[in-house]
């Protein structure tokens, strides 16, 4: 009775991931000429696309974005943006639908997809997990994507949340960073994509409307690494607190 139950959603993953091959190589050659670009014009040109990219296909997956709060991204300011991580449907989400052109922090392994990874490498500051001299060399690529004038696009939980937290503890790198480079931290929240792709069900998908609500920036200057640990609960327990509150109520 439960695989019954579950077919609808195992067909709409198909659909899915088909729609989603097929705009991939409407969109490839584009890219793919895009990443030859220096920065910051790259991310620029890559942002446009991705937005034209990702509003058509979220809308032929019946999964529209309503975005709240993009009035706190001030002209000629650069951001951390901070965002929950509950689904791998958090990713056409997140970057695209900042309204800034951004990077991500993204896993190396995503890169070596065929096809794909080109997009990936095109868009992102790639991670290695397995090396430590990666991790240095990303803290070096944030710092110099945050001067050229490009915002980041970070998950400071790490890893998609499969716990009944409303949100994990974060890690400290995003806000080593944002101190570093003394750039306001802009908390971001996604909802339903959880819903959308849940992670504890394989090859599963659903449509719902996706909410995306910018917080108010939280200023970095004059703070240093003393700081570190007091950013970061601050910022946790804002988006956790507005998480909480607007989970029935997200318009």
Known sequence: MKFIKNIPGHLFFVY?????????????????????????????????????????????????????????????????????????????????????????????EMSKIPLFGIIYRAGSILLDRKHGGSRRESFSKMQETLELGINLCLYPEGTRNKTNKAIQPFFDGAFITAIKAQKAIIPALIFNTGKIMPYNKVAWMRPMPIYFHFLEPIETEGLTLDNVVELKEKVHQVMEMYYLQHLNNKA
């Open 16 to 108: 899915g991931m088909l729609l989603f091959i097929a705009t991939m190589l409407v969109v490839l050659i584009p890219i793919w000429i895009i990443s030859k670009l220096p920065e910051p014009k790259r991310a620029r040109a890559l942002h446009i696309v991705f937005q034209c990219w990702m509003g058509a296909y979220l809308t032929l997956t019946f999964s529209p974005v309503f975005r709240k709060g993009k009035e706190y991204f001030k002209k000629g300011k650069t951001y951390v943006v901070v965002i929950n991580h509950n689904s791998l449907a958090d990713i056409p989400v997140s970057s695209p639908w900042i309204p800034v052109p951004n990077k991500t922090l993204a896993k190396i």
